[in-house]
């Protein structure tokens, strides 16, 4: 099974940036999606910033313009450029990947263990 590994997370101050990295050693062939979700307390596990092979994005409204997802896909990783942060970012950020097959009517995913990311003075 794939297992993902994340980087980067950490407490920085309002305004600054952070990078989030992820990366899935055991996989060989390319993996359809990888990206980002978070959870906060008491809420619900969000997406924040997902790349396809094909280099499509998707990110939630709350972080455009502030985060960029970028991946090497021979390499099997994908990081989380995050910058302009704010308290409400405050999460645990997780590194998902989707292998998609069977013309896609088959997904697999796999989650990172999860990195804390906290943004306070």
């Known amino acids: 099974q794939v297992q993902l590994v994340e980087s980067g997370g950490g407490l920085v101050q309002p305004g600054g940036s952070l990078r989030l990295s992820c990366t899935a050693p055991?996989?060989?062939?390319?993996?359809?999606?990888m990206g980002w979700y978070r959870q906060a307390p008491g809420e619900q596990r969000e997406l924040v910033a997902a790349?396809?092979?094909?280099?499509?994005?998707d990110y939630a409204d709350s972080v455009k313009g502030r985060f960029t997802v970028s991946r090497d896909i021979a390499e099997h990783t994908v990081s989380l450029q995050m910058d302009s942060l704010t308290p409400e970012d405050t999460a645990v950020y997780y590194c998902?990947?989707?292998?998609?097959?069977?013309?896609?009517?088959?997904?697999?995913?796999?989650w990172g263990q999860g990195t804390q990311v906290t943004v306070s003075s």
């Open positions: 790349m396809s092979t094909n280099g499509r994005t």
């Open positions: 055991g996989t060989k062939i390319a993996l359809r999606i």
């Open positions: 998902h990947a989707a292998d998609v097959y069977a013309w896609g009517t088959h997904q697999d995913d796999y």
